[in-house]
């Protein structure tokens, strides 16, 4: 049974061991694997994200606050079960740590393109179609995985927690597609994107099993360090992360690539980028805010229609549909750094699809526009472009308003030779 796991979710296949070029590339792979991990966690700083999740561990043993910055590393922004999980990490000194992590996200972008594959064969029954369209997911968004390595950070295990929970629901698995979501969810809230489509493929028992495992998540912190630690935990995490977004916080640093960013800096003028002014509009802050609460609402009304039409009408479900929610838990989401795109390996791939459609002459139009920025983007970077053009690329979010056009295109066109799977 390992046997048959190793070789459709990480990608070895296991009756080729014995030849010796294939065990050469991967033994080669794992020493390279091996020695990165380990001069990435010397330049470990206290500022970095990974030193957040180490010291999270450290304060949760030790009954510190999770969310006043006890023990000097930047603000904790993660659910107090997640610092619960990051205990493991504490069992060891930071950079040791760092290193065995930084090992790990290797393992896990094998197991994505692995879970990608699964879910790709519910919806569309083509091998050499599928194994194409990974390797152009792959080739595009290796940039975001390699930011994401290079930082130590948990979007992969993010999206394939997820991945693994739509998978679980395709194989009508529901304790274990509910029980994944949520440990997505308390680990980043980003997933909970990908609620209503459980809760729509599903019934009232999808929403108990959701509230069993919420419940869970939310009681084994409070068990583990307390009731009253408890209760403090879950209030400051709400005062100090998620009221302020609720409250209309906006982060508009160059590098963040989600829609709210991007609005505020096009819409008024740069200050925490100096020399650099992203400016396209004059609408001060009032019209910005009232520009992206308008651009939420109308992104996230039309992803829930769409889930509702494939419930109620189509009676199925699309990869379209699982690609646009992937969009959208970036374009709303308050934060989005580079390398948390590293989920966009399965959006690439469900779009590389859409070549083999037989589209009229304005979708190959935008579809090969599409097709043309997905690809450039790809390399884009400091010492590709220059610091000067990076700059300007990040800061008025080409890579947002892509996504933006690629929800629009997979919204109105349809996939070809998609099941659409009940």
């Given at each position: 049974?390992?046997?048959?796991?190793?070789?459709?979710?990480?990608?070895?296949?296991?009756?080729?061991?014995?030849?010796?070029?294939?065990?050469?590339?991967?033994?080669?792979?794992?020493?390279?694997?091996?020695?990165?991990?380990?001069?990435?966690?010397?330049?470990?700083?206290?500022?970095?994200?990974?030193?957040?999740?180490?010291?999270?561990?450290?304060?949760?043993?030790?009954?510190?606050?999770?969310?006043?910055?006890?023990?000097?590393?930047?603000?904790?922004?993660?659910?107090?079960?997640?610092?619960?999980?990051?205990?493991?990490?504490?069992?060891?000194?930071?950079?040791?740590?760092?290193?065995?992590?930084?090992?790990?996200?290797?393992?896990?972008?094998?197991?994505?393109?692995?879970?990608?594959?699964?879910?790709?064969?519910?919806?569309?029954?083509?091998?050499?179609?599928?194994?194409?369209?990974?390797?152009?997911?792959?080739?595009?968004?290796?940039?975001?995985?390699?930011?994401?390595?290079?930082?130590?950070?948990?979007?992969?295990?993010?999206?394939?927690?997820?991945?693994?929970?739509?998978?679980?629901?395709?194989?009508?698995?529901?304790?274990?597609?509910?029980?994944?979501?949520?440990?997505?969810?308390?680990?980043?809230?980003?997933?909970?994107?990908?609620?209503?489509?459980?809760?729509?493929?599903?019934?009232?028992k999808t929403v108990f099993k959701l509230?069993?495992?919420?419940?869970?998540?939310?009681?084994?912190?409070?068990?583990?360090?307390?009731?009253?630690?408890?209760?403090?935990?879950?209030?400051?995490?709400?005062?100090?992360?998620?009221?302020?977004?609720?409250?209309?916080?906006?982060?508009?640093?160059?590098?963040?690539?989600?829609?709210?960013?991007?609005?505020?800096?096009?819409?008024?003028?740069?200050?925490?980028?100096?020399?650099?002014?992203?400016?396209?509009?004059?609408?001060?802050?009032?019209?910005?805010?009232?520009?992206?609460?308008?651009?939420?609402?109308?992104?996230?009304?039309?992803?829930?229609?769409?889930?509702?039409?494939?419930?109620?009408?189509?009676?199925?479900?699309?990869?379209?549909?699982?690609?646009?929610?992937?969009?959208?838990?970036?374009?709303l989401s308050g934060i989005t750094w580079?390398?948390?795109?590293?989920?966009?390996?399965?959006?690439?791939?469900?779009?590389?699809?859409?070549?083999?459609?037989?589209?009229?002459?304005?979708?190959?139009?935008?579809?090969?526009?599409?097709?043309?920025?997905?690809?450039?983007?790809?390399?884009?970077?400091?010492?590709?472009?220059?610091?000067?053009?990076?700059?300007?690329?990040?800061?008025?979010?080409?890579?947002?308003?892509?996504?933006?056009?690629?929800?629009?295109?997979?919204?109105?066109?349809?996939?070809?030779?998609?099941?659409?799977?009940?």
């Amino acid at each position: 049974m390992w046997k048959k796991a190793i070789n459709r979710y990480f990608l070895i296949d296991t009756n080729r061991l014995s030849d010796w070029k294939y065990s050469l590339f991967w033994i080669a792979l794992f020493v390279f694997m091996v020695v990165y991990s380990i001069l990435n966690s010397r330049a470990i700083r206290i500022d970095s994200d990974f030193t957040v999740f180490w010291t999270a561990g450290h304060n949760f043993t030790s009954g510190a606050d999770l969310y006043n910055r006890t023990g000097g590393a930047e603000r904790y922004i993660y659910p107090p079960f997640a610092a619960m999980l990051f205990q493991l990490f504490a069992l060891v000194p930071l950079k040791v740590a760092a290193s065995i992590y930084t090992f790990v996200n290797f393992l896990l972008f094998l197991l994505f393109i692995g879970l990608t594959r699964e879910v790709l064969r519910h919806f569309i029954g083509d091998s050499k179609k599928i194994n194409i369209a990974l390797i152009f997911g792959i080739v595009c968004s290796f940039r975001f995985f390699w930011y994401h390595t290079q930082f130590i950070q948990m979007n992969e295990l993010m999206i394939i927690l997820c991945l693994a929970s739509v998978n679980a629901s395709l194989k009508k698995n529901g304790w274990l597609a509910a029980a994944l979501l949520v440990l997505a969810i308390f680990i980043k809230i980003l997933p909970i994107f990908f609620i209503p489509w459980l809760v729509l493929r599903g019934s009232y028992k999808t929403v108990f099993k959701l509230i069993v495992c919420v419940v869970l998540c939310i009681t084994l912190p409070w068990l583990w360090r307390g009731w009253q630690a408890g209760i403090t935990d879950i209030h400051n995490y709400y005062i100090t992360f998620l009221e302020p977004f609720q409250n209309g916080r906006v982060e508009p640093e160059f590098h963040n690539q989600s829609l709210a960013a991007v609005i505020y800096k096009v819409c008024i003028p740069t200050t925490n980028d100096p020399g650099y002014n992203y400016q396209l509009l004059s609408f001060g802050f009032a019209g910005a805010a009232l520009f992206y609460k308008i651009s939420f609402l109308f992104l996230g009304g039309l992803l829930t229609g769409f889930l509702v039409w494939e419930r109620f009408f189509l009676e199925g479900n699309t990869l379209r549909g699982l690609a646009m929610i992937v969009i959208c838990m970036h374009l709303l989401s308050g934060i989005t750094w580079e390398y948390h795109l590293v989920s966009l390996l399965f959006v690439y791939a469900v779009f590389a699809f859409y070549y083999w459609k037989k589209k009229d002459l304005l979708q190959k139009i935008v579809f090969y526009i599409l097709g043309f920025f997905v690809i450039l983007f790809s390399f884009v970077g400091k010492d590709t472009v220059g610091v000067t053009l990076y700059h300007y690329l990040e800061g008025y979010g080409v890579v947002t308003w892509t996504m933006v056009l690629l929800f629009f295109f997979m919204l109105l066109v349809k996939l070809p030779d998609e099941k659409a799977v009940v």
